[in-house]
């Protein structure tokens, strides 16, 4: 069964500085990877996602993240936050087999500090 | 968007009467999930569908049962609604296509069971 750590629960951090969330995963098979945001009182969004190919995946709003096969993790970047990026923020895998269930870790809230 | 709507946005009930909400869904798709969401333990998959009347359980489908007698709606139901089921709610679809597992995300219910 596959398994998703996010290993901060909350990062505070300030206006124009970088943020790196961490994600780790487990799973006896090949995954493809997700980074989810949650605005307040909102649903989730797509950040990014790794399939296959470049391991460094960029996304939207200026996110990146990397994925590092030997260590499982998927951690993801900013290198200058806004106010705008406070949200919570997950990580999520999914086997590649038949039904796709995402796995979700238990996400990080970002505080975004002026 | 990806078409994604669900009611009740909110609702308030009491301990013992059974709770329906229904995702309805604008363009076709085949996957159609259910999650709560919970401070304490992130999301969590309910049950899923795979088709009309094609579902299965998730890692939390104890105390819930769904439907989905068309393609474009997927009901889930409390038949006797408990405080451990007051949480937030998200109906997701699998992005056509693709293979890969990436969803796509409602707005959400907040329920509240008294």
């Known amino acids: 069964a596959q398994s998703v750590t996010q290993l901060d629960s909350q990062v505070p951090v300030f206006e124009e500085a970088p943020v790196e969330l961490r994600c780790n995963y487990s799973s006896s098979v090949s995954v493809y990877l997700f980074w989810y945001v949650q605005y307040p009182n909102q649903g989730l969004q797509l950040l990014l996602k790794?399939?296959?190919?470049?391991?460094l995946v960029k996304g939207i709003n200026g996110f990146e993240a990397e994925f590092n096969k030997s260590q499982t993790s998927f951690h993801l970047r900013k290198p200058s936050v806004h106010i705008s990026d406070t949200a919570e923020y997950f990580c999520a895998v999914s086997e590649k087999a038949a039904g796709n269930k995402l796995t979700f870790g238990g996400g990080t809230r970002v505080l975004v500090k002026p | 968007d990806a078409g994604i709507t669900q009611s009740p946005r909110h609702k308030v009930t009491e301990t013992g009467t059974p709770v329906t909400l229904r995702c309805h869904q604008t363009?076709?798709?085949?996957?159609m999930y259910w999650y709560r969401q919970d401070p304490e333990h992130g999301l969590r998959l309910i049950h899923y569908?795979?088709?009309?009347?094609?579902?299965d359980k998730g890692e939390v489908s104890d105390g819930y049962s769904v439907s989905r007698s068309k393609t474009e709606d997927f009901l889930l139901t409390l038949e006797s609604a408990t405080s451990s089921q007051t949480s937030v709610y998200f109906c997701?679809?699998?992005?056509?296509?693709?293979?890969?597992?990436?969803?796509?995300f409602g707005p959400g219910t907040r329920l509240t069971v008294l």
């Open positions: 790794y399939l296959s190919g470049s391991t």
């Open positions: 997701a679809i699998r992005s056509p296509g693709t293979g890969n597992g990436e969803q796509f």
């Open positions: 569908s795979y088709g009309v009347k094609d579902t």
């Open positions: 363009e076709n798709h085949r996957y």
